[in-house]
């Protein structure tokens, strides 16, 4: 069975969806943060501390592109993964969801989590802004989305389950 990825702002429920999704359809889980923390030995800060968002962003990339062929897994990933077009191609060629939700709603499910670096500044609000707005286009362009802000993570799930059954059925 082809995977799922999920894509989105940070706080749009990527992880928790993606955790919930899995367990529904019988799939793995896996978030591509984490298994770059991981991998890194380091907290995603440290990382952009230590090294910065461009050597973040490449291993995210090598990431997508190693686990682009996995099977029956659900992949949650880093809200700027859609930064690099080579990743949209990666995304674009596989089932991908955008999690979409007004930025007031996301801000608030993130404003104190001090784990996002790119919000350690400050003025969080207005810099979280600028980069959602940055990045909308990019998340609009994929094929399928789903509302997060008004519904259950679970909803969120099934409306997914939902939209993979009808994508796959019709190639059977």
């Given at each position: 069975m082809n995977s799922i990825f999920l894509?989105?702002?940070?706080?749009?429920?990527?992880?928790?969806?993606g955790s919930i999704l899995a367990k529904k359809m019988n799939f793995s889980f896996y978030d591509t943060d984490q298994m770059i923390v991981e991998e890194e030995s380091k907290e995603i800060v440290d990382i952009?501390?230590?090294?910065?968002?461009?050597?973040?962003?490449?291993?995210?990339?090598?990431?997508?592109?190693?686990?682009?062929?996995?099977?029956?897994?659900?992949?949650s990933t880093g809200g700027g993964i859609v930064l690099r077009k080579e990743n949209r191609e990666v995304l674009n060629r596989n089932f991908t969801i955008y999690l979409k939700a007004p930025y007031d709603v996301i801000f608030s499910r993130i404003k104190?989590?001090?784990?996002?670096?790119?919000?350690?500044?400050?003025?969080?609000?207005?810099?979280?802004?600028?980069?959602?707005?940055?990045?909308?286009?990019?998340y609009d362009s994929f094929q399928f989305s789903v509302?997060?802000?008004?519904?259950?993570?679970?909803?969120?799930?099934?409306?997914?389950?939902?939209?993979?059954?009808?994508?796959?059925?019709?190639?059977?």
């Open positions: 894509v989105g702002f940070m706080g749009a429920g990527k992880t928790t969806v952009f501390q230590a090294d910065g968002e461009e050597y973040f962003r490449d291993l995210e990339s090598k990431k997508l592109l190693n686990i682009e062929t996995s099977s029956s897994t659900v992949f104190e989590d001090r784990s996002r670096p790119l919000l350690n500044t400050e003025d969080p609000y207005n810099t979280g802004l600028k980069i959602f707005e940055s990045r909308r286009e990019l509302e997060t802000d008004s519904i259950s993570p679970d909803l969120v799930a099934d409306k997914i389950c939902d939209l993979y059954k009808k994508k796959y059925e019709k190639r059977t």
